[in-house]
């Protein structure tokens, strides 16, 4: 339950540190085979829009398969569940969201496109403390749950922002349903720092996100989300579908992966990156104060 200190009126957007999607519950189903999901073949590479090109369908299989979508509202009385309802047209936002997760993780003309065999999310709006988590379901990994709290979406402020701010806890979440995270040993700081990457790159960020140098490259959510997008615009679009893949059914270690994806370890990028920051951006860079350095 990381709730991180936050200064803003909003609560932190995400919390718990979800390992259960990743180690728990969603390895032992996803990871240890390799191709699970259809097809190497081509569908038209996307944007970030939801829609797929359907043109010649006749030749390339859908782009992905979208998984059965569920809501569960446990407590229809109360304020988060009207606000929720009233906010947003939930098959939409989720069936967008899960588009445009697998469009910003996998590319579909890579001969590796292979994301996990998620078959069903059902969102479970509940009381319960923090913001949302996501996790697998107890008979099978395949289908995920997304729990999100019933009290953080009544308390999003301004109220003017909470279809934005829940359809961005929602795709953060529904990253975890789509992520690779390497058997259960990917750093819980790097998968959640995918998530908020994916988030920052459908421009869901919330306005309290600042793009500056944290303590550590790992230390997750926006603060790794930023690295990240650092790297996909240092090595080329299509870096972090990349990293994702090589997420995929086996371990991490720490050198060998950087190493072996980028060409030198992440202690180094991490200072390219942070010297860039003081450098270049210094607009955006340090409006807070710096935790550390
Ligand atoms: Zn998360």
Not at 124 to 137: E, F, Q
């Amino acid at each position: 339950m990381a709730r991180l200190p936050q200064t803003t009126p909003a609560p932190q957007p995400i919390m718990v540190f979800m390992p259960q999607t990743s180690s728990k519950d969603a390895s032992p189903g996803q990871a240890p085979t390799t191709t699970t999901a259809a097809a190497t073949a081509t569908p038209a590479p996307e944007q970030s829009s939801s829609t797929t090109a359907a043109t010649d369908a006749t030749v390339r299989p859908p782009p992905f398969a979208q998984p059965k979508l569920r809501l569960e509202v446990r407590d229809l009385a109360h304020p988060g569940a009207t606000r929720f309802l009233a906010s947003l047209d939930a098959a939409q936002v989720l069936s967008t969201a899960v588009a445009r997760v697998h469009s910003l993780l996998y590319r579909p003309d890579a001969a590796d496109y292979s994301p996990p065999p998620t078959r069903s999310v059902t969102v479970i709006l509940r009381d319960m403390g923090g913001v949302a988590y996501t996790t697998g379901t107890e008979l099978d990994g395949d289908h995920k749950e997304i729990h999100v709290s019933l009290a953080y979406v009544a308390g999003v402020s301004p109220a003017s922002r909470t279809a934005a701010e829940i359809t961005g806890v929602l795709t953060h979440e529904l990253v975890h349903c789509y992520q690779w995270n390497a058997l259960g040993t990917c750093p819980g700081g790097l998968i959640e720092g995918i998530a908020d990457w994916v988030r920052l790159n459908c421009g869901l960020s919330p306005p309290h996100w600042q793009k500056k140098a944290g303590d550590k490259w790992d230390a997750g959510y926006q603060n790794t989300a930023y690295f990240l997008q650092y790297l996909e615009e240092r090595f080329g679009s299509g870096t972090i579908p990349r990293l994702n893949e090589k997420l995929r059914g086996k371990h991490y270690e720490e050198k060998t992966f950087w190493t072996e994806l980028l060409g030198r370890p992440v202690d180094q990028l991490w200072k390219d990156y942070v010297k860039s920051l003081e450098g270049g951006s210094k607009g955006q860079a340090v409006d807070e104060a710096t935790q550390t350095s």
